[in-house]
């Protein structure tokens, strides 16, 4: 295997740059989080970011073990994947609750679809 000196710059370069966008993908849903006034908005920026930031991190990652073991590694984009079938459906999962727990506290929230349905005699 090599070492981290013997990698060529014309991988070291993308790697590098897939990171730092990586990471400043994580900082766009950071603040995210500190500047949107409404939990619902709030919850967008973190899931896009983090699916986003970790696609670029496993692209880099993969560059760099494929470089060092000179074959493609490509068993690191197992984590993307799952990251973009499971973040959707947290995000869906705890907009319902929250949705659910101002409805219960009486505030003016949009109505149940099925309650709706009632309404309008379908």
Known sequence: MNSVGE????????????LVLGSL???TGALGV??????????HAP?????LGAWCVA???ILYFSG????PVVHAWLIP???SITVPVTTLLLARAAL????????????EVSSRRSENGS
């Open 34 to 43: 500190v500047r949107l006034k409404d939990y619902f908005q709030r919850m």
């Open 47 to 51: 899931a896009l970011a983090s699916t």
């Open 25 to 27: 993908f994580a900082l």
């Open 68 to 71: 060092m073991n000179s074959a």
């Open 100 to 111: 659910f727990r101002k409805r219960m506290a009486g505030h003016d929230v949009p109505a």
């Open 7 to 18: 990698l060529s710059l014309w991988l070291q370069i993308p790697v590098a740059i897939l």
């Open 59 to 61: 692209l880099a990652s």
């Open 81 to 83: 994947i799952l990251l």
